[in-house]
């Protein structure tokens, strides 16, 4: 089945050290995007890609770093720079080049930094 | 900025019970979304809505596209358990364009 995977499912780290969250899609969609969520507040948008080997910041991209290396791959990594890196990160992918098309999202990585 | 306003921001209701959720957009939006979120999971996509006046279903899940492309309501006939979870809406419209999500409206259903 097509999908969107994201792994691990759970990320502790100690405060100053990067880590990397992976996401992975089989659907052959064109964009990829990064979503932050907190409790009780609505998806932030942290970083999105509309094609291989480019991507844009969004609206909460400091501390944050991607590369689209590949069509099905779009890692986010979260630097020491991240003043408060505990959350639960979501990617999503859309089928066009903007949001024309609904977000299909993965399970989600929850990282705890301590 | 834009701001999506949705409400309630929590709903505990018995099993059977009808419930209404809705959005309120600052600016006119183009695209209403539904998403609905189980815990520790991504959330997943019941309804899009993509023209004003627009009525939708799926299942028991009813959407509107508010006439006045600013608000956007979601209906649930008949609940039962396995509705639990968060609901999220989703509008994109404005000068940027941009999605923007609605803050959730967390339901429980008690049987």
């Known amino acids: 089945d097509g999908g969107i995977t994201q792994s691990p499912k759970y990320l502790f780290r100690k405060e100053g050290q990067n880590v990397t969250l992976s996401c992975e899609q089989n659907?052959?969609?064109?964009?990829m995007y990064w979503y932050r969520q907190d409790p009780g507040q609505g998806l932030r948008l942290i970083y999105y890609?509309?094609?291989?080997?480019?991507?844009q910041k969004g609206d909460i991209a400091e501390g944050y770093s991607v590369s689209r290396e590949k069509k099905e791959s779009f890692p986010l990594t979260v630097t020491s720079a991240q003043k408060n890196p505990t959350a639960f990160y979501l990617c999503?992918?859309?089928?066009?080049?903007?949001?024309?098309?609904?977000?299909?999202f993965g399970n989600g990585t929850r990282l705890t930094v301590t | 900025g834009q701001q999506l306003n949705q409400s309630p921001q929590s709903m505990f209701i018995q099993e059977g019970e009808d419930v209404s959720m809705n959005c309120t957009s600052s600016?006119?939006?183009?695209?209403w979304l539904w998403y609905k979120q189980d815990p520790g999971e991504g959330p997943v996509l019941l309804i899009a809505?993509?023209?004003?006046?627009e009525l939708t279903s799926n299942g028991r899940l009813t959407a509107q596209f508010g006439i006045t492309r600013k608000d956007s309501f979601l209906n649930i006939s008949a609940s039962i358990p396995s509705d639990v979870g968060i609901y999220f809406c989703?509008?994109?419209?404005?000068?940027?364009?941009?999605?923007?999500f609605g803050t959730g409206t967390l339901l429980a259903v008690q049987p």
């Open positions: 659907l052959n969609h064109d964009a």
């Open positions: 809505l993509y023209k004003a006046g």
């Open positions: 989703a509008g994109r419209g404005g000068a940027t364009n941009k999605l923007i």
């Open positions: 890609s509309q094609i291989v080997n480019d991507f």
């Open positions: 999503a992918s859309t089928l066009g080049k903007t949001y024309n098309s609904p977000l299909h």
């Open positions: 600016s006119i939006f183009n695209t």
